[in-house]
């Protein structure tokens, strides 16, 4: 470069073989670059059963609460690793029906995390915590609209490397009709 700050030789030498030489190129700098971190291009949608089974106690605990658990923990993991803001995450909750929490965002540190994690808590314990909701047709298990919504999720947006992290206790009691 101009200022010196790399520099750049190279030595040809013959070989035995007619035509075949061996060429060495150094590149040299006068700085400390020790690491180079990449941050990942990625997509993750977390699909979570919310039906009246994930009430059962699992551990001490219900399925649900386990279930959340696991979810929070995943996007403090998540914004602890997206620190440029590169790779989204979202959330879906299912019953009978699928419901988009939250779309596809950034979640780079831990006020992010706290917010979706604010936000899952919130809107997922608002339409399982409904009056009458255990004796409702809401209830039952439809894996496919959760998992519906989240592929139409993750195909709207340009991220290299797609996943979803499917939450569930058990086989789906319904369908998409």
Known sequence: SEDGTVTVSK???GTDLENVFDITLQVQTN??????????????????DISNTMNTNFCGVTRYAA??????????SFADNNTLGVSKVGYVAFNTDAHKIFGL????????????????????GNIINAKD????????????AG???ASDMLNAVTNK????????????????S
């Not at 279930?67 to 403090?76: K, V």
């Open 11 to 13: 030595t040809i030498s």
């Open 31 to 48: 700085q400390n670059i020790s690491e180079v971190a990449n941050e990942p291009d990625m997509a993750v949608v977390i699909v979570m």
């Open 67 to 76: 279930a959340m658990t696991a979810a929070e923990q995943f996007l403090d």
């Open 105 to 124: 965002q950034k979640c780079t540190n831990e006020n992010d995390a706290n917010a979706l994690k604010n936000t899952m808590r919130t809107e997922t």
């Open 133 to 144: 909701y255990n004796s409702s047709h809401s209830r039952f298990t439809n894996i496919e």
């Open 147 to 149: 998992l519906a919504m």
């Open 161 to 176: 490397n797609k996943f979803i992290i499917f939450l569930s206790d058990g086989f789906p009691t319904t369908y998409i």
